[in-house]
């Protein structure tokens, strides 16, 4: 069963930059799409990024430009570049591992625990 770990969240003030990873267990993610939510209080999860297994990206409109996500398969870890940081960028953030990209939460299936990201001065 594929497992999955955040890290790298933090307090950074508008227009700094903070690298997530999401480091995988249990399986390979060569076949695995996996992308990253995030939650703000009060607020539905919502899709964030996407890395297809052969390396396709999406990006959410409020993202695109400032973020960038990769994958190291030889690591077995997905990163997220998070650029030009805005308040409304804070919020819990999860990878999540699915066989193909997707905007919708209930199609992933591998969950991490999430890593809080505060955006604020």
């Known amino acids: 069963q594929l497992q999955l770990v955040e890290s790298g969240g933090g307090l950074v003030q508008p227009g700094g930059s903070l690298r997530l990873s999401c480091a995988a267990s249990?399986?390979?993610?060569?076949?695995?799409?996996i992308g990253w939510f995030r939650q703000a209080p009060g607020k539905e999860r919502e899709g964030v990024s996407c890395?297809?297994?052969?390396?396709?990206?999406n990006y959410a409109d409020s993202v695109k430009g400032r973020f960038t996500i990769s994958r190291d398969n030889a690591k077995n870890t997905v990163y997220l570049q998070m650029n030009s940081l805005k308040p409304e960028d804070t919020g819990v953030y999860y990878c999540a591992g699915s066989k193909a990209c997707s905007w919708l939460y209930l199609d992933f299936g591998s969950w991490g625990p999430g890593t809080q990201v505060t955006v604020s001065s």
């Open positions: 249990g399986l390979t993610l060569d076949n695995h799409a």
């Open positions: 890395i297809s297994s052969g390396g396709s990206t």
